[in-house]
């Protein structure tokens, strides 16, 4: 088992700047890759941004491309989200999550989730 907790989050105006982490405890000896999703209310999950074990692969949607970073640091067992230029439209429940597999963008494929961090976006 693997115990994900997030961290960072809060509320910030437009065009500003938050850095989401994320702790890995437990069986973290294991390789996994590591994503970030996101849920706004009424909106279901979607995804944000994901990383191989490594850290040589990564990927991002669309709507975040350009602005959000991913990167991880296994020493630590930690993953971080630094998110620039944030916009209203960013506000969400943000979570990470890890799998066993390769290195996903789809949700169901995560084997471990945290409970979450707010990231408000005022206009």
């Known amino acids: 088992q693997v115990q994900l907790v997030e961290s960072g989050g809060g509320l910030v105006q437009a065009g500003g700047s938050l850095r989401l982490s994320c702790a890995a405890s437990g069986r973290t000896g294991s390789r996994y890759a590591m994503g970030w999703f996101r849920q706004a209310p009424g909106k279901e999950r979607e995804f944000v941004a994901a990383i191989s074990w490594s850290g040589g692969l990564t990927y991002y949607a669309d709507s975040v491309k350009g602005r959000f970073t991913i990167s991880r640091d296994n020493a630590k067992n930690t993953m971080y989200l630094q998110m620039n230029s944030l916009k209203p439209e960013d506000t969400a429940v943000y979570y990470c999550?890890?799998?066993?597999?390769?290195?996903?963008?789809?949700?169901?494929?995560?084997?471990?989730w945290g409970l979450g961090t707010q990231v408000t976006v005022s206009s």
């Open positions: 999550a890890a799998t066993r597999r390769e290195v996903t963008t789809e949700g169901y494929q995560y084997d471990y």
